[in-house]
């Protein structure tokens, strides 16, 4: 690992607080709560974790996430998180959760939130480390159900600052979700959402004219649209990949093939994720290196990233503008400079 990824101050903006559930971590909570797992133990449940597409990956997403059921669960799944994202020097991060993942197995919606954001709130104060959460509709189910939590959401509207949208991808576009993103704008929510990671560029398009998203998360299917690509650059769209997710997804067949780097050489504003870590082999730093080592992203470039991150992310002006700067001074002590 570079010495110069390693000390980045870094910004997060593509993270399922349920995809850093550890092994470990799945089966100390399966004691814990008396849940039954289809694995018999940690090293099975590892190597589970080949997949050849999006669903494969969410089928076993989805059970591992049956292990939590109290507040302290939540708490403790988001800090294990904290903690390492912290030893990463990530400074910010943006966290999305899957309610409806937790509330269809009838674990509270109050549960889920105060467990994540109690941990949220340590971090803050033992690190100064900021975060925002996003709450992400299911794609797979239906406009009712979505309605139905953004209904019990509404208690908890001032923890919650954007909403977005995953799972699976193909036969569920943006279009069906228009009137539940119609509704999260006029409450104040900011917007972004999954698409082109398995979808085609449409759904990019949808996500924007249709969704009104601000960023869109993955965005890898731009690189096949050159119209769509120019579009992204000059309105200055926020694309959040994950590239060692797409890798273990098979959205991409080797690391070379991300297109990454040739949105960057096209002007559109990458960001660096990590999507969700604990089944796709890394936190941030992994998939930095992967940048670096898979596509030879330079460490000007990574600099680069990472300030694109800090625009594009949810914090004031003023709290940019100082991590910003902490960040060229970063790059100036490696002699990096824009
Ligand atoms: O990578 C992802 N894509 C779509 N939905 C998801 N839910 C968790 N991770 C993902
Ligand atoms: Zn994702």
């Known amino acids: 690992m570079s010495g110069f990824i390693?000390?980045?101050?870094?910004?997060?903006?593509?993270?399922?607080?349920?995809?850093?559930?550890e092994p470990e971590l799945v089966f100390a909570l399966a004691r814990r709560n008396d849940v039954k797992l289809a694995y018999a133990d940690q090293a099975a449940l590892k190597a589970a974790y080949q997949f050849s597409d999006l669903q494969s990956f969410l089928d076993i997403y989805y059970?591992?996430?049956?292990?939590l059921l109290n507040e302290q669960d939540f708490?403790?799944?988001?800090?294990a998180y904290l903690t390492r994202a912290h030893a990463e020097q990530v400074r910010h991060t943006e966290?999305?959760?899957?309610?409806?993942?937790?509330?269809?197995?009838g674990v509270p919606f109050a549960v889920v939130i105060s467990g994540i954001h109690r941990a949220l709130e340590q971090a803050r104060q033992e690190w100064g480390m900021t975060s925002r959460l996003i709450m992400s509709f299911l794609r797979h189910l239906s406009e009712q159900d979505a309605f139905d939590t953004l209904k019990d959401a509404m208690p908890f509207k001032d923890k919650i600052t954007g909403v977005g949208l995953d799972s699976s991808e193909q036969g569920n576009p943006p279009a069906k979700f228009g009137r539940v993103y119609a509704a999260c704008q006029e409450l104040g929510f900011r917007l972004v959402?999954?698409?082109?990671?398995?979808?085609?560029?449409?759904?990019?398009?949808?996500?924007?004219?249709?969704?009104?998203?601000?960023r869109i998360d993955h965005g890898v299917a731009a690189i096949r649209d050159p119209e769509l690509m120019a579009r992204l650059a000059a309105e200055h769209v926020p694309l959040t990949q994950c590239p060692l997710s797409n890798l273990r997804l098979r959205v991409v067949d080797k690391m070379s093939d991300h297109p990454l780097l040739r949105l960057l050489q096209a002007g559109v504003k990458v960001t660096i994720n990590s999507d969700d870590p604990a089944y796709f082999g890394g936190y941030m730093n992994a998939n930095y290196q992967a940048v670096q080592q898979g596509l030879g992203a330079s460490d000007q470039q990574l600099l680069v990233i990472t300030l694109n991150a800090v625009n594009a992310c949810w914090l004031s002006p003023e709290e940019k503008a100082r991590l910003s700067r902490e960040i060229l001074a970063y790059g100036q002590g490696y002699g990096v400079t824009l």
């Open 95 to 105: 966290i999305f959760f899957d309610p409806q993942a937790h509330t269809a197995r």
């Open 75 to 79: 708490f403790d799944m988001t800090w």
């Open 193 to 214: 959402a999954h698409a082109g990671e398995e979808g085609p560029p449409e759904n990019i398009r949808d996500a924007l004219d249709v969704l009104s998203v601000e």
């Open 63 to 67: 059970q591992g996430s049956r292990v």
């Open 6 to 21: 390693e000390g980045l101050p870094k910004v997060e903006l593509h993270l399922h607080i349920e995809g850093t559930l």
